[in-house]
């Protein structure tokens, strides 16, 4: 029975499972994102998120309270510089657990676990360039050669010699029926 239990226990004793959480948060703040089984990914969750909730608020305190839970000082360092400024403004909810299908070996559960402030192609709040339409790009007349042409200039250009290249043909063609014409009168 499951009288009063409150967490999944992973099938591993207390020292081990904290040593393992541990490690586990340590290499998600270093890499952003990290692939383990659903399950620890979903205990990791448990695990981090009150630890980056700390690191909100820069004191010692709260420092030291990440460090007996991380035991990673380069983790808590780069905790409380980076990763705690990017959500700042969020209230909660850092990580994104993403499935990821079965397990070869062991047909296990496999999931990605990533800070949801980091990856800018699920993020929709991520700042894009501004882009304007109101004039339109003069065509370039750069050879398609150049290196530093991007791939735009490089179709411009194409389509320009194909446009040119059907020109002469039209031209040699009018030339050749003219002369057709005045070779047989």
Known sequence: MRHG??????????AHRKAMLSNMASSLIEHKRINTTLAKAKALRQFIEPIITKSKEDTTHNRRMAFRYLRNKYAVTELFKNVSVKIADRPGGYLRIIKLGNRLGDNADMAMVEFVDYNEIYNPNAKKAKTTRRSRRKKSTKPATD???TKEEVVETKVAKTEEAKAEVKETKAKETSEDKKSEE
Request: net charge positive; glycine share 8%.
């Open 5 to 14: 239990k409150k967490f999944n226990h992973l099938g591993r004793k207390t």
């Open 147 to 149: 290196e530093t042409a």
